[in-house]
């Protein structure tokens, strides 16, 4: 939500500004320049990502709005979490299988609707715990090198939209100069005529600078950054989830795995240990 914000903001402040000095909205609008710049700047994209990039950018920021994990979240994550390995280590860990295989159905797992809303938290704990309840064998740091790769894997994903972003804010500046310089060609090309339709003919052209840098630092370097911070929020959750999962591994008890994944996170959503301690007990 403040993302939307932040946009209004910006909007607010330009017109604001521009409409104090004396100038009318009217001469902003200047659709030829929108076109140029607006369609350069995805025309180069289609050319530079391929489709799946530009979906994902798409889609990340339709949900722009929405909030990354606080410390309410990781709470009750790692409260889940304790929940479900001891359910494991009473009822052995077979008897994760139908948890796993429908986590919404799950009476632990569907305690935690944030984690059944985000699609690849999700799959990377049921991905990891089908293969701890398979009984495959495999050694303690494989394992921990395993889901380092996993984690590196989806982050790298995740920043895509991020890079495609920022790379379209560089660009921007330079395209409102294009459309620029378009505005004085067709002002050339009316120099015979009054000096008034001269006048708005400069004024859109000026109009595509200002809407090159504008929308460069206005707009899409803060989208570029936001979307690298929710990235970087998705990866500390799947960081959280990799100590307990280790931990758990190597056969440390449940209270201790989630208590080890609670100081690897941020200050911002640690929660403290009497905080954990009573989560687990209630989840209990």
Request: net charge neutral.
């Amino acid at each position: 939500m403040l993302a939307y914000l932040g946009i209004v903001i910006v909007f607010a402040a330009v017109a604001g500004g521009f409409v104090v000095g004396g100038g009318q909205l009217a001469a902003l609008w200047q659709p030829a320049e929108y076109v140029v710049i607006l369609g350069t700047a995805f025309g180069a994209q289609v050319i530079a990502q391929p489709p799946a990039v530009l979906l994902e950018t798409a889609r990340q920021l339709v949900f722009i709005a929405r909030p990354t994990p606080d410390r309410r979240d990781y709470l009750e994550l790692l409260a889940m979490l304790a929940a479900l390995f001891n359910f494991a280590r009473k009822e052995g860990l077979v008897s994760l299988e139908p948890h796993v295989e429908n986590p919404a159905a799950s009476p632990i797992l569907g305690r935690y609707p944030g984690l059944l809303r985000d699609a690849r938290a999700l799959a990377f704990l049921t991905d990891t715990l089908e293969l701890v309840t398979s009984g495959s064998a495999i050694g303690a740091h494989e394992f921990e090198t395993m889901l380092d790769l996993d984690i590196d894997a989806r982050h790298e994903h995740d920043l895509m939209p991020s890079r495609v972003l920022s790379t379209m804010a560089d660009a921007f500046p330079g395209i409102g100069i294009v459309a620029a310089v378009l505005g004085i060609i067709i002002t050339m090309n009316h120099m015979d005529g009054p000096a008034a339709d001269i006048g708005r003919h400069v004024a859109a052209a000026l109009v595509g600078t200002l809407l090159g840098v504008l929308i460069s630092y206005g707009f899409f370097q803060g989208l570029a950054t936001n979307l690298g911070n929710k990235a970087s929020a998705r990866r500390t959750l799947l960081v959280a989830q990799k100590q307990v999962l280790v931990a758990i591994q190597r056969g440390a008890p449940p209270s201790i795995a989630v208590e080890l994944a609670r100081r690897t996170l941020p200050d911002d959503v640690r929660p403290t240990s009497r905080e954990l301690f009573e989560a687990c007990r209630a989840r209990k």
